[in-house]
C-alpha cells in the first residue's frame, strides 16, 4: 500500500495546502495554469510545501508529453533520452521535463538542456530545496522563472492532519493534532507521516506524540542554505541586542548539534559588532568557545549562552571592521611608496639609500611625536572613525589633548 502521504496527495490546485500567495485565487500559478501556456519554471522551498505536487498538476494541464527525473539519481544519458524523443510523433508538440532536486545536476547537465529550452521544445519545471541562485547554472535560471514557495503554517496543516486521520479511521484529540502541526515544522509530507506512524501505533496520546516528534521540529542543513540563513538570524540578533531572539537561535544551532559553526560565529561577533565599545568581550567570548569546545554537548550549551548574552547586551561598535575595509578598499588603487623615515636601516648602506629620520616615539612626552607614515599619496587618507560608544569616544579625547 502506498504512504498517506502519497494517497492524500491533492490532485488539484484547490486541494494544496498552503501556498495561497502562488496558488490561491489570486496566485501567479494559478493565473499561469488558467493560461494553458506553461512557462520554464523553477520552485524553491523547504521540504514537504508542495513544490513536487503543483509541478505534478501543473504537467497534467499541458499537451506535452512528461518526464520526470530526480537529480540524484538521474545523469546525462536520461537527459540525452528524453532529448530524442523530440520532433518525433512520440512527442509532437514537445516535452515537459520536471526535474526534482536539480542542485544535484551538475553544471553540463543544466547546459544540455538549454538549446531546447530556447527554442520551446522542451518546457522545464524544477524544484530544489537549496537557493537556486547559487546552485542553478545562471544561463538555465535566465530562462526560467523563479517561485519561492513558503513554509506551511500550523493553521494551514491542521485541517489535512484531520483529514490524514480520518483517512486512518482515527480519531486524536486536539491536543494531538496540534502538537504534530506545531513540531511538523512547516512540513505537510511529516505531519502526515507522523500521523501514519500514529495510527500504526494505536496509542494516541500526547505523550506519543511527543515521544514520536521530538527531534522533527529542527529544521537544519550543515551544507544548505539554511546553514547559512539561520547563522545569518542568529549574528544579526546579537547585533541588534535582541538577548531573547539571539538564544532562540542558538536553541536551534544547538539542537542541530553544530557545535564548530556556532563557536566560530560567536568570535567573528565579538570582534565585528561589539569591537572596541567592549574590548574585553572577545576574550570572554574566546574563554567561553574553548570551554564549550571542550564540555562537547549537552554541557556546551551553558557556556555559549553565556557568551550569546553577553554580546547581545554589550555596546556595539563596528569601527574595526569599517577600518579594515576602507584600508583593503584602497588598495585597489596606487597607494604610493612607504615614507623612507619608515623603511629597514639594519643594514650596511642604508644611510646612502637616503633611508632613516624616524622620530622615536617613546623618546617624546606621552611617547608620541609628530611624523608622517602614510605614503605621500595617501598621507590624509582616514580609514578609522571612532565609535559613539564610552570606550572609543574616552580614547578620542584622550589623542585629542595628546595630538594638540
Not at 228 to 245: T, V
Not at 309 to 327: E, F, H, M, Q, V
Not at 348 to 359: C, F, H, L, T, V
Amino acid at each position: 500500500m502506498k504512504p498517506l502521504a502519497d494517497r492524500l496527495r491533492p490532485q488539484s490546485l484547490d486541494e494544496v495546502v498552503g501556498q495561497t500567495h502562488l496558488v490561491g485565487k489570486n496566485g501567479i500559478i494559478r493565473k499561469i495554469a488558467s493560461s494553458g501556456n506553461i512557462p520554464n519554471m523553477v520552485f524553491y522551498g523547504p521540504p514537504g510545501v508542495g513544490k513536487t505536487t503543483v509541478a505534478s498538476i501543473l504537467a497534467k494541464m499541458t499537451d506535452k508529453k512528461l518526464f520526470k527525473l530526480n537529480g540524484t539519481s538521474a545523469g546525462s544519458g536520461d537527459i540525452k533520452d528524453i532529448i530524442a524523443e523530440l520532433d518525433t510523433f512520440m512527442a509532437p508538440d514537445g516535452v515537459l521535463l520536471y526535474l526534482d532536486e536539480i542542485q544535484y545536476f551538475n553544471k553540463k547537465q543544466q547546459q544540455l538542456l538549454l538549446q531546447y529550452m530556447e527554442n520551446g521544445k522542451l518546457t522545464l519545471i524544477a524544484s530544489t530545496t537549496e537557493n537556486p541562485y547559487f546552485y542553478v547554472y545562471p544561463a538555465l535560471l535566465s530562462r526560467s522563472t523563479v517561485f519561492e514557495f513558503k513554509s506551511i503554517t500550523d493553521e494551514e496543516l491542521v485541517p489535512l492532519i484531520k483529514r490524514a486521520f480520518e483517512s486512518m479511521e482515527c480519531e486524536a484529540p486536539d491536543e494531538v493534532i496540534t502538537h504534530v502541526a506545531f513540531s511538523s515544522g512547516g512540513d505537510a509530507r511529516k505531519a502526515v507521516s507522523t500521523v501514519e506512524l500514529l495510527c500504526l501505533c494505536g496509542d494516541i496520546t500526547l505523550d506519543t506524540a511527543k515521544e514520536v516528534t521530538q527531534k522533527s521540529a529542527v529544521k537544519y542543513d550543515k551544507e544548505g542554505d539554511s546553514h547559512y540563513d539561520l547563522l545569518s538570524a542568529f549574528q544579526k540578533s546579537i547585533r541588534g541586542s535582541d538577548e531573547n531572539a539571539a538564544l532562540h537561535y542558538l536553541a536551534r544551532l544547538v539542537a542541530a548539534g553544530d557545535l564548530p559553526a556556532i563557536c566560530r560565529r560567536l568570535s567573528v561577533i565579538a570582534a565585528e559588532d561589539i569591537g572596541l565599545a567592549y574590548p574585553s568581550a572577545i576574550t570572554v567570548t574566546n574563554a567561553c568557545v574553548e570551554t564549550a569546545l571542550r564540555l562537547g554537548f549537552p554541557e556546551a550549551r551553558i557556556p555559549l549562552a553565556e557568551a550569546v548574552i553577553l554580546l547581545a547586551t554589550a555596546p556595539k561598535s563596528n569601527s574595526a571592521i569599517c577600518g579594515i575595509d576602507a584600508a583593503l578598499e584602497r588598495l585597489n588603487g596606487d597607494c604610493g611608496e612607504i615614507p623612507m623615515h619608515l623603511r629597514d636601516t639594519h643594514y650596511s648602506g642604508a644611510e646612502k639609500m637616503d633611508r632613516g629620520g624616524y622620530k622615536y616615539p617613546h623618546s617624546f612626552e606621552n611617547s608620541w611625536v609628530k611624523q608622517q607614515y602614510l605614503p605621500d599619496k595617501i598621507k590624509d587618507d582616514v580609514y578609522y572613525t571612532y565609535g559613539e560608544n564610552k570606550i572609543e569616544q574616552a580614547t578620542k579625547a584622550y589623542w585629542d589633548k595628546i595630538k594638540k
